[in-house]
């Protein structure tokens, strides 16, 4: 997807510049519906192994860590920031501050992608199912996932709220790409958090979704009205989804002897973002 082709795919986003919220909302959609898309596999794909689902979320915490770089601390210190690195890692810090502190009021994703509680440091063997409190661990679940929508949304949203496409249309494919093993995880979760029937289970997935449609607009809207606040934004993206690689997928898809397929899936993920990066942007 190299040369002309490349330039073919970009270009179809050059109007970004002219109306960058309209952009944002398309960039939305299109994740939402890749989140989607990962939602309803699990129609055909009923019992993926936690062996596949480690790899598949390795690729896709790859795929973010790329983009947190190439596609918004990268080009947000180099274009639009003016080589001043301080207004990105603001940005990059508060990102990962807010993750940590919502942590505290939702529970974290393992939770959810197990159905077991972390174990408490002072009682270890503290780790209950999730059918114990089946309605709680319905209503955590979608705070959760929406809690971890919120950064795909925003970066997607800020991408195209720079008005330059050759940034937002390889953040846009990356984010959607990844939503796919997302969009299956949330569902295979959906069912580990008591929701037994499928249907209810792509349903939420459907959910988690659409949250990054309202997401993506506000942040293309926000960085639109105020300008100099862009690079901060694109800081603050990057930051939350470092935070969410750290300390949600990498640990979880490590716990359960699958390391290997989760450190080759991320690496492949991380291949495939500067890929796209190199050849769209």
């Given amino acids: 997807m190299t040369g002309p082709v490349a330039a073919v795919v970009v270009g179809q986003f050059e109007w970004v510049g002219a109306n960058p919220v309209l952009g944002g909302l398309l960039g939305g959609v299109f994740i939402a519906a890749l989140n989607l898309f990962g939602a309803t596999l699990v129609f055909v794909w009923r019992d993926p192994s936690e062996r596949a689902m480690d790899g598949a979320l390795g690729f896709a915490a790859g795929v973010m860590l790329a983009a947190s770089f190439t596609s918004l601390i990268v080009p947000g210190i180099e274009t639009y920031s003016g080589g001043d690195p301080l207004p990105v890692l603001v940005g990059v810090l508060l990102g990962a501050l807010f993750l940590d502190r919502s942590d505290v009021l939702v529970p974290h994703a393992h939770y959810l992608l197990t159905g077991r509680r972390r174990a408490d440091a002072a009682n270890p063997g503290d780790s209950l199912p999730v059918d114990d409190d089946r309605l709680a661990g319905v209503v955590l679940f979608v705070l959760a996932i929406t809690l971890h ?7 997607v949203g800020v ?6 496409p050759a940034t ?11 939503n796919v093993p997302e969009g299956l995880a949330v569902s295979v979760a959906a069912i580990n958090a008591g929701l037994d029937r499928r249907f209810y289970a792509a349903v939420a ?7 990054e449609i309202p997401l993506a607009v506000l942040g293309a809207y926000a960085v639109q009205s105020v300008t100099p606040l862009l690079p901060y934004a694109m800081g603050f993206a990057a930051g939350a989804m470092l935070f969410v690689i750290s ?17 080759l ?17």
């Fill in 149 to 155: 929508n919120v950064p795909e949304g925003l970066a």
């Fill in 159 to 164: 991408g195209f709220g720079s008005g330059d």
């Fill in 168 to 178: 937002a249309v390889p953040l846009m494919l990356a984010i959607g790409i990844q």
């Fill in 205 to 211: 997935g459907v959910r988690s979704g659409l949250v």
């Fill in 247 to 263: 300390d949600e997928i990498v640990p979880e898809t490590h716990r359960g002897g699958h390391e290997r397929v989760a450190t």
């Fill in 265 to 281: 899936g991320l690496v492949v993920g991380v291949v495939v973002m500067l890929y796209l990066d190199i050849s769209l942007g």
